[in-house]
Structures are given as structure tokens and as C-alpha cells.
């Protein structure tokens, strides 16, 4: 006998599962239909016609009928159906299947990749490229996240950055994206620090720390105890943010100081880690002071002035090099847990893979709706798209689906064996004729 490899039987039991899957959606889909129309509002609805819908799926194309009523109160055509479950039926698609071609398409590298992952997984292809491209933008343009406001902690931490991507068919050659992460701080999950409530700021329009400030007083209640500790590189946009909130701690961000210094003296190993030493401690004395002693015969002619421009820099704007805590020890507050921070340049790689890696360019709306289908992905939104708008047509007068009971009940008769035992095969009887019989049937 040749038995299949364990990647056919994997295959094959993953198609029949989608069969299956399929049969019994269908049941449950009609059935609860069915409840709709024995329950409805009969003076207010008035059945017109039933229709058959095919609806992609996780586990393949599901085939249903679903009745259309006339509103009598609007006048419209509805589907009771589809305002049950919260649904579109006019996508043709669910909302599991678009939440993974999103989620797909947002990891990237690209909407055809995953178009193309899509069909690796289903044995079919349920969506092209551009229709994947044409959900995520529509998605990310529709969706709504209320944030549920929560007390402010005594210090918020916010790492603010801009990410630079290509544009195509405009004048301009490309756009900054100015975005802000703020948390609570750091907490421990297994073996990884991670960032407490993070959230994301993706600014559109106007002053970038007016719309922050609007961000944060959305999902906190802010007083004026509330600290603000900013981390970012330095660009002016970013240092505004002191001449906007009361208590506020402006630092230089040690990655994009460390990685300029790496520039001018990485090839001076003694003195590239004296430098980097002070700077991992924020010891600025002894920082400024080695910078001094690099002489200018050791910097490359041509990286000279800009060398001696930096250090004049960083000389102007020394305060912006302490450690945020020690300001907070100051001011009463207890640091215990606080770790120096810096993780803009980490969160911001993930967005440049996506969206900058192989030169890509965008147009406005598409590179918008990209970034906010990553923040989505990466703080874990439910998939709403849509969901907001059908929840205010629903209707009160149905009860609520029983859905234990519409699994469990009989759809048809069983086909298959059952664990038992048959008692003539136990006993003197299984010498028998009839007993020799059904042992001849043993295999079947």
C-alpha cells in the first residue's frame, strides 16, 4: 500500500475539513435566517424574495440563501441577516478572511505577496492584489476606534519620530510622516520588557503636539500633575514640545547621538568607548570632555566641520542629555522601574520595512491607510471596519441565537462507525454462522 506523505494527508485533511466547515455554516446561516423571518416585525417587515450569496471564507466559498424584507417605516430593501450578524454581505467576503488579507498586506512585502500567501492557504485565490489594496485603504479609512479614557499615570512616556517615504505622481518627491508612541512604561511578559498601553499618533493636519495633546486628552484624564517625558532626535518640530505642556522633559535621543558620534570617531576605538561609556551613563561632563580631546587630525578632513558642528551642538543642548529620571527624583516621584529610553528607532523600523524597503512610492491616501493598517496590527484592534455602522441599524426585536442548540441539532443522518461493541461477538455465538459473518465483514 503507498501511503501519503505527511504534507498530502495535511492537505487533504485541510480540504475536507473546508467542506465541512462549509456544509455547516450554511445550515447555521439558514437556520438563524429562518428564525429572522418566523420572528421579525411582520406589520413592520414584509418578505419579498429569498437569494443566493456566495460568501469567501477562511475555509473556503460558503453558498447560502438569505431573505430580503421590505421596511414598510423607511421604505428600503434590507437583509435582516446581515444586520443580525453585523455583517455586509455586499463585501462577499468575511470579516476573518479580510482581517487576514489586511494583516497579510500590512507585514508586506508587498499586496501580491499576499495575494499570493491567500492562495497558498485557501487552494484558491479570493482576492486580486488591488482588491486587497482597495480593502486595506477602505478599511483603514472607515474604521473608528473609540478610546475608552483611563487616569493618567504620573508620568507618560513618548517617543516622537518622523518616517520619510517616497510619493508618485505629485510635485513633491516625498512626505514626512510625523508619529508619536506613547506608553505608561515598561512591564515584563515571559522573557521580553515590553511597552505598557502603547499607543500610536499618526498626525494629518495642523501643529503636530496640538493634535497630541488632543490624542492624549481622549484616552486620558489629564491633570496638572501629569508628567510628559519626551525622547526623540533633536529636530526642532520635536523639541517644540516643551513650549506646549507644563510639565515636560525634553531628551535627546541616545540611538541618533550615538550613531552620529559613531560616524565622526568609530574608527578611534579608545576613544569611541570612553565616548560611548558616558554616554550609555549620562555622564554629560565627561561626555563633552572627551569630545573635546579629539583632535582635529584624528577626524577626516572632510567630516571635520561637521564634527566640530555637532560637538557645538550638543554643548548648546547638554541639559537635553541627562537622564529623565533624576529630574523625576527631584520632583518627588518614585522612578523604581524606569528604563532609559529610546525604542522610537525600533518601532519606526518596522513601518520603514514595510513601507520603504525596495523603493517603493505611494500616493498620499495609500501610504496613509498602510501606516494606519500597521498601528492597527501592532495594538491589537478588533476588526470594527464596518461593524459600527451595521450595529446602528440592528434591530431590538429578535432574541438572542441559541448557538449551542443550532450546533448540536441533527443536520442528517450519521455516516461513519460507532465505539461499541456487539454482544454475539463476545459470546458462544461468535462461532456461529452469523457470527463467522460479521467477522468476514471486519475492515469494512
Not at 487616569?151 to 516625498?174: H, M, N, S
Not at 559613531?262 to 550609555?280: C, E, T
Request: proline content about 3%.
Amino acid at each position: 500500500m503507498i501511503w501519503p506523505t505527511m504534507e498530502e494527508l495535511e492537505e487533504m485533511l485541510f480540504r475536507l475539513l473546508q467542506e465541512q466547515f462549509a456544509a455547516a455554516m450554511t445550515y447555521i446561516l439558514e437556520d438563524i435566517d429562518r428564525q429572522i423571518m418566523e420572528q421579525r416585525d411582520k406589520k413592520r417587515y414584509r418578505l419579498k424574495n429569498a437569494y443566493e450569496i456566495d460568501v469567501d471564507t477562511l475555509f473556503g466559498t460558503v453558498t447560502f440563501k438569505r431573505r430580503i424584507y421590505l421596511d414598510r417605516q423607511t421604505g428600503k430593501h434590507v437583509y435582516l441577516l446581515d444586520q443580525m450578524l453585523q455583517y455586509d454581505g455586499q463585501k462577499k467576503i468575511s470579516p476573518c478572511l479580510e482581517e487576514v488579507a489586511v494583516a497579510f498586506a500590512s507585514q508586506g512585502p508587498s499586496y501580491r505577496d499576499s495575494a499570493d500567501r491567500l492562495e497558498k492557504l485557501l487552494g484558491y485565490r479570493p482576492l486580486s492584489h488591488e482588491a486587497i489594496r482597495g480593502r486595506l485603504i477602505s478599511e483603514a479609512e472607515t474604521l473608528i476606534q473609540k478610546p475608552v479614557k483611563r487616569k493618567a499615570p504620573p508620568v507618560l512616556f513618548i517617543e516622537a519620530d518622523g518616517l520619510y517615504t517616497k510619493l508618485q505622481r505629485t510635485k513633491a518627491k516625498g512626505i514626512e510622516h510625523r508619529i508619536a508612541i506613547v506608553h505608561e512604561g515598561w512591564e515584563k511578559e515571559g522573557g521580553r520588557i515590553c511597552l505598557k498601553e502603547k499607543k500610536h499618533y499618526l498626525h494629518e493636519r495642523g501643529d503636530f503636539w496640538e493634535g497630541l495633546g488632543r490624542f492624549l486628552s481622549q484616552h486620558y484624564e489629564l491633570d496638572g500633575d501629569t508628567w510628559l517625558v519626551v525622547n526623540g532626535d533633536g529636530a526642532p518640530w520635536i523639541k517644540e514640545c516643551q513650549s506646549y505642556f507644563h510639565r515636560c522633559i525634553f531628551q535627546l535621543d541616545r540611538f541618533h547621538v550615538a550613531r552620529e558620534l559613531r560616524n565622526y570617531v568609530g574608527h578611534l576605538p579608545g576613544q569611541w568607548r570612553r565616548i560611548r561609556k558616558a554616554l550609555a551613563e549620562y555622564d554629560v561632563p565627561p561626555l563633552l570632555s572627551a569630545l573635546e580631546q579629539v583632535a582635529d587630525t584624528d577626524i577626516p578632513t572632510e567630516k571635520r566641520t561637521g564634527y566640530r558642528q555637532y560637538v557645538r551642538y550638543l554643548q548648546r543642548n547638554q541639559d537635553d542629555l541627562r537622564d529623565y529620571r533624576e529630574v523625576l527624583r527631584q520632583a518627588g516621584l518614585d522612578t523604581t522601574g524606569m528604563r532609559p529610553m529610546g525604542s522610537a528607532e525600533a518601532q519606526m523600523r518596522v513601518m520603514a520595512k514595510r513601507t520603504k524597503r525596495g523603493g517603493y512610492s505611494w500616493s498620499k491616501r495609500g501610504i496613509r491607510a498602510m501606516l494606519k493598517a500597521i498601528i492597527r496590527f501592532k495594538e491589537g484592534w478588533d476588526n470594527q471596519a464596518g461593524i459600527q455602522r451595521a450595529a446602528a441599524e440592528k434591530t431590538d426585536v429578535f432574541r438572542e441565537a441559541n448557538m449551542k442548540q443550532l450546533l448540536q441539532e441533527v443536520q442528517q443522518t450519521s455516516q461513519g462507525c460507532l465505539n461499541g461493541v456487539i454482544r454475539l461477538l463476545k459470546g458462544p455465538m461468535q462461532s456461529s454462522p452469523t457470527g463467522m459473518a460479521l467477522k468476514g465483514l471486519r475492515g469494512f
